[in-house]
């Protein structure tokens, strides 16, 4: 199985802030890297997918970046709406693995 | 627009069966695989299964091989996980989601169902 390791696991950050979440890779998977951003009670949304590529709708200020094995998600300028915790999700191979989150949150 | 409902989820027994269902709309369903997901209380994301778009090819985690069964019913836009010798751990709340790609069958996930709760409990 490839084991998916995000860090920090939480990150207190003010609005305007940037702030860069690592997601590491056991192994190589080249691309295929997701993210997701999760509100409480509310399900996962996709962000980015395939290491870098904006889904239709999210805002610019998210960025993927990374292959291989090392990844970062990075928000340029954060806003109030994005304190939320976020996931990496590798569709590499079967199992699929998500990393285990990391809490962003307002200081 | 593209939606995903689950349903079925539930308080029950340990070692008794639950069947959940995902209802698709906005999309032409037979096109796509579907994933589950779960998230127990607290925790982080945990994939399930995977059923292809024709039904071809499934795949499951090793938590519940042998356990849990996904199908689909193209004619009605559904999705099924018949979950039989459920377990305390297997408690969480379910998503359905549609994959990526049409016609693919592991890329990433969206969108995602809103999710349903199964609690198994004595």
């Known amino acids: 199985d490839i084991h998916m390791t995000q860090s920090p696991s939480s990150l207190s950050a003010s609005v305007g802030d940037r702030i860069i979440i690592t997601c590491r890779a056991s192994q190589n998977i080249t691309t295929y890297l997701n993210w997701y951003q999760q509100k409480p009670g509310k399900a996962p949304k996709l962000l980015i997918y395939a290491a870098s590529n904006l889904q239709s709708g999210v805002p610019s200020r998210f960025r993927g970046s990374g292959s291989g094995t090392d990844f970062t998600l990075t928000i340029s300028s954060l806003r109030p709406e994005d304190f939320a915790r976020y996931y990496c999700?590798?569709?590499?191979?079967?199992?699929?693995?998500f990393g285990q989150g990391t809490r962003l949150e307002i200081k | 627009q593209v939606q995903l409902v689950e349903s079925g989820g539930g308080v029950v027994q340990p070692g008794r069966s639950l069947r959940l269902s995902c209802a698709a709309s906005g999309f032409t369903f037979s096109t796509y695989s579907i994933h589950w997901v779960r998230q127990a209380p607290g925790k982080g994301l945990d994939w399930v299964a995977v059923i292809s778009y024709d039904g071809n090819n499934i795949y499951y985690a090793d938590s519940v091989k042998g356990r849990f069964t996904i199908s689909r019913d193209n004619s009605k836009n559904t999705v099924h996980l018949q979950m039989d010798s459920l377990k305390p751990e297997d408690t969480a709340v379910y998503y359905c989601?549609?994959?990526?790609?049409?016609?693919?069958?592991?890329?990433?996930?969206?969108?995602w169902g809103q999710g349903t709760l199964v609690t198994v409990s004595s």
């Open positions: 989601a549609r994959d990526g790609y049409s016609y693919g069958l592991i890329n990433w996930f969206d969108p």
């Open positions: 999700h590798q569709s590499y191979s079967v199992p699929i693995t």
